[in-house]
């Protein structure tokens, strides 16, 4: 394969020249360049193509910045974070962890509770460099567009109030341009809102004709949350997500409730609600495989 003729290019350097051609070490945001200066044009050529290909996928991870809708106390769900980050991290890629305001990401207290509490949430709030990451997340950019191999959105309802609209601007730019880079777009529960205004290159919506999910009428009406969201959220027409995307033209794919159910539609990858995070997350890293 490639690599063979590669390292026999390598090996028939000078010695001089293999020192100084360091193979670049693993680090937690990536690689740092091997240092060419001594190879020749050729060699610096297959040099740079072997490092590209052995530099991990990169992966943005998005939350919501909001902590309360209508006066209730929101935010991120953590296990929808913790899941993908872990599916992704121990693949072998490159995280990084984003929110619409940037800085410390308010956490849903309701996912800290016994029975939503699951063992990667756990794991994660652990983690000093997980915590350090939530606490400190990078500011979702407009340069971000294209720069990662997958952005996902992770859910809460607190993405209901500014992962659309106004507050969304620059969220939708992401996005929109990491879709139609070819790259993959996730997102999960209720972090599909971000879906909603998006649009394609032509103009039209980004789901419709794709098969899509996100949490279910029937899993807002059993958390007692349908008022709540129908007032508060500001969907187009005071829509559920679920009938939100539906108005855009996605199918939309309904699991039993609070069951892991992942639509996968080209580089579209949608999870349902928690019970999903896992399977969402290993679905992102076969994308990227």
């Known amino acids: 394969g490639h690599g063979g003729g590669v390292v026999s290019r390598v090996a028939a350097m000078p010695r001089a020249g ?55 106390a929101t935010g991120l769900w953590i296990s929808e974070l913790a899941e993908p980050y872990y599916a992704c991290t121990e693949a072998g890629l490159d995280v990084t962890i984003a929110s619409i305001a940037g800085g410390a990401i308010p956490i849903d207290a309701g996912s800290l509770a016994d029975a939503f509490f699951t063992a990667d949430a756990k794991k ?5 460099a997980a915590v350090g990451a939530l606490t400190h997340s990078v500011k979702v950019d407009a340069s971000m567009a294209g720069a990662y191999d997958a952005v996902v959105m992770c859910g809460g309802h607190g993405t209901c ?11 939708k730019s992401v996005i929109e341009g990491t879709h139609a880079a070819g790259k993959v777009v996730g997102a999960l529960c209720h972090g599909p809102c971000s879906l909603v205004d998006c649009v394609k290159p032509d103009g039209s919506a980004l789901v419709a004709g794709l098969e899509v999910t996100c949490f279910t009428n029937a899993e807002e009406e059993a958390v ?12 187009p027409q005071d829509a559920l997500p679920q009938d939100a995307l539906a108005a855009k033209g996605a199918t939309f794919k309904e699991g039993a409730p609070f069951s892991s159910t992942v639509a996968v539609s080209g ?3 949608t999870g349902q609600n928690p019970q999903s995070a896992e399977e969402l997350g290993k679905a992102v890293v076969a994308a990227l495989a």
């Open 18 to 72: 293999r020192r100084r051609a360091r193979f670049p070490q693993r680090q937690r945001r990536g690689f740092k360049e091997p240092e060419l200066a001594v190879c020749s044009a050729r060699q610096r050529r297959a040099l740079r193509s072997l490092f590209y290909k052995m530099a991990p996928k990169k992966v943005l991870l998005v939350s919501t910045s909001a902590g309360s809708m209508g006066g209730k």
């Open 124 to 128: 994660f709030l652990h983690d000093a």
């Open 161 to 171: 109030v500014d992962f659309h609209g106004a507050a969304a601007a620059t969220l």
């Open 224 to 235: 007692g949350a349908t008022d709540w969201v129908k007032t508060y959220a500001k969907l």
């Open 267 to 269: 580089t579209v990858i």
